[in-house]
């Protein structure tokens, strides 16, 4: 198979017209909030994405330690999240010492994350190189991002249909979601 695009000998994709190295900018995070309630996430902006979670979540961020930056972070975060899959709570929430989710993380980024010392802040980014790949890049990020945080999960089943999960609802359809948004909106205006 033909490469379209040329790697660099650290098997970063390089530009098509220069053969700069991208920059990688996602970065792992985990948080600990009460109870030894850990979130392992990425974001390549995790202090922001951090305050968000505070905000949002109705909680406060005991401990943090952050890993990176990757290019290949949701991968690394993937394999995390693959190791402590025993003490998942939901979503991307564990049951876990917050030292172990540490440990665990560390392993993962040291074997399996891109840190490459040699690359500078000077050199092209990878928001760049996915706006011209993927144009909607960062709106496709937020969706997830915002999934995650409503503790929904997706999943495709055999024939292709969508479904989504949630600790209160369980397993629902686009079309049931739809319908409830729309419910739960005339509710709204009703009370008005």
């Not at 005991?62 to 998942?88: A, D, S, T, W």
Request: hydrophobic share 40%; net charge negative; glycine share 6%.
């Amino acid at each position: 198979m033909k490469e379209l695009i040329p790697k660099d000998e650290y098997g970063i994709f390089a530009d098509a017209h220069d053969t700069e190295m991208i920059v990688p900018k996602q970065w792992i995070y985990i948080i600990e909030k009460e109870q030894n309630r850990v979130k392992v996430g990425v974001s390549a902006m995790p202090e922001e994405r951090m305050k968000v979670l505070e905000r949002t979540g109705g909680f406060k961020i005991l401990r943090k330690q952050l890993l990176g930056p990757f290019q290949n972070g949701y991968q690394v975060e993937c394999e995390i999240h693959r190791r402590m899959r025993y003490e998942k709570l939901i979503s991307e929430w564990f049951a876990i010492p917050f030292e172990t989710a540490v440990l665990v993380a560390e392993e993962v980024a040291e074997s399996r994350g891109d840190i490459n010392p040699k690359q500078n802040t000077d050199e092209v980014g990878t928001d760049a190189s996915f706006s011209r790949l993927f144009p909607q890049y960062a709106e496709i990020c937020n969706f997830y991002e915002a999934l995650n945080d409503a503790g929904l999960t997706i999943y495709k089943d055999e024939n292709g249909k969508i479904w989504f999960e949630s600790e209160e609802l369980g397993m629902f359809t686009a079309e049931f979601f739809s319908a409830f948004m729309k419910l739960s909106k005339t509710k709204l205006e009703e009370d008005k």
